[in-house]
């Protein structure tokens, strides 16, 4: 009877630090997935690198942020979004927050919730290293500016955060 308290409690801790861990990928991820749109939109712009944050952000975007975007407020929200890109289509790219809003509830539980979601939050840190070594010429005629500095920075962060949940 002595070990079965043990073992639950074994298996609180391991509870707490999975949240932590959760909240840890979520909050960080989120937020240098933020900084690196910021460093695109600053820098040389990369339409492919803007998706695959957007995939990153959809998949480690926190819960409690998460649910209100696919409320109703997130309903109204790319109401006036897509109102808006009818008439500043380049101010205004649409299709990446609907992502948030329209995506069925088993494909976004499956990703969020799973290891998939966090493999594939690694392949789009991977990839968006070979993006940005190919836009700055390759390792052969590797120049790096401030903002290239501060990207690769913030893709360390961002791996980080991932391999800190798995």
Known sequence: MG???VQEMD???ADVELTRSLASLQWGGTISAL???LLNRIG???HIQTNLLAIYLFISFPTALFKILRGQFGRWVALLAVALHLFL???FP???FILFVITPDWVADGLRDNIVGDILCLIIGVLLCIAKICEIG???NFECSFNCSAYFLVICFLF???ILYL
């Open 35 to 37: 900084l690196l749109l």
């Open 138 to 140: 390759g390792l052969r």
């Open 44 to 46: 040389p712009r990369s």
């Open 89 to 91: 289509p380049k101010t």
């Open 11 to 13: 298996a609180g801790v």
């Open 160 to 162: 980080l955060f991932t």
């Open 94 to 96: 649409v299709s990446r």
């Open 3 to 5: 070990n079965l308290g």
